[in-house]
């Protein structure tokens, strides 16, 4: 449990750090509707300007009978200051305050979250339109980072038995040497934030018919939990025209990754399941072979598709909403399950 319990504190820490990147990129955008059916969206910022946000996010469950069930639930209200801009780029800041969790709540408690927030300030270049061009304060991140693993260990341990952690040789030291070395890397944080940065800075500059549809290619990583190595995936977006009017456009995406790239990260997430000394006689590759096996016995199949939206505001450029979901079905003999994430950001009344 005590594993589990930091894997998930960890797990939040590194969404904490870089996903509060997802709603502060498209909120000082510049819209303009052109007299030939197309839109696009610059930023025109200025040094001192705030938004706030706030935002929530869910992950669900739906059995084969179609009850759902609410696994986890978070919010947090996110600040987006402008605090520098040149003829060619912005410089963005974000923080973060009134964070909730609620399997952190369980794990970790309120107090070492508000600890994590008051760590957290994320810094990034765009350029003159409002383009992603680096993250500037990845040091600092790092080092927010090492100083919050002792916080995630200690609160953590402090709910376990002490004679459980003594026989499964876990000490302080060194499950904080372990996060350190697996999380405080400066590509590691970097990656994950590009992965929360990119989509929403993906309409920035670019001029969008209404008639037309439009493919990118985008690296999904780790699609299910615990599991390693990422996906290409062909991501269609388009002006939805009905919703959207002179006041503001919406504009709408989406991807769908098929069984056959998504059982092999299947697999590594059964194998996670498993513990980590294995019983006499088996080795990991005939345990691979066995769950290889399950799966071809039970006819698994898996599905993900992923929706998003996003509506701005034209006159003023700032995003109204921002919304996600993403749907992975798994599909065997005894019928279908599936996991829904949905992620809202959505500005605050002034």
């Not at 916080?151 to 040497?177: C, F, N, P, S, Y």
Request: glycine share 4%.
């Amino acid at each position: 449990m005590l594993y589990f319990c930091i894997i998930v504190y960890m797990s939040f820490m590194k969404r904490l750090l870089f996903t509060v990147l997802t709603a502060f990129l498209p909120f000082l955008a510049f819209g303009q509707m052109m007299p030939d059916s197309t839109v696009q969206v610059c930023a025109y910022w200025q040094k001192g300007d705030r938004v706030v946000y706030e935002c929530k996010s869910t992950s669900a469950t739906i059995d084969k009978d179609g009850n759902e069930k609410t696994t986890k639930a978070s919010s947090e209200t996110r600040i987006f200051d402008v605090i520098d801009e040149t003829e060619d780029s912005y410089v963005l800041q974000t923080t973060y305050k009134d964070v909730f969790s609620s399997d952190m709540s369980l794990s970790v408690g309120a107090d070492v979250l508000s600890k994590v927030a008051e760590e957290i300030l994320i810094k990034i270049r765009t350029d003159e339109v409002g383009t992603f061009q680096e993250l500037i304060n990845v040091e600092e991140l790092t080092e927010a980072m090492k100083r919050t693993i002792p916080l995630a260990v200690d609160a953590a341990m402090a709910k376990q038995d002490k004679k459980v952690l003594k026989e499964m040789g876990l000490t302080r030291q060194g499950l904080i040497d372990t996060y350190t070395d697996q999380l405080c890397r400066p590509e590691t944080i970097a990656m994950i934030c590009l992965d929360d940065v990119l989509p929403l800075l993906f309409y920035h500059g670019v001029r969008l018919n209404f008639k037309d549809e439009y493919t990118i290619e985008q690296e999904l990583h780790n699609p299910f939990p615990n599991s390693s190595g990422s996906i290409k995936v062909d991501m269609n977006f388009w002006v939805d025209d009905e919703l959207t009017d002179s006041s503001s456009v919406v504009i709408r995406s989406y991807f769908q990754v098929d069984n056959e790239t998504l059982l092999p990260f299947f697999r590594d997430f059964m194998l996670s399941l498993t513990p980590n000394t294995l019983p006499d006689g088996i080795t990991r590759e005939e345990l691979v072979k066995e769950i290889d096996a399950e799966i071809a016995k039970s006819h698994i199949q898996a599905k993900m598709e992923q929706f998003s939206a996003t509506e701005i505001d034209l006159a003023s450029g700032w995003t109204i909403q921002w919304w996600n979901e993403r749907r992975t079905t798994i599909t065997t003999d005894e019928g279908e399950t599936q996991t829904v994430e949905k992620k809202q950001v959505t500005i605050a009344d002034p």
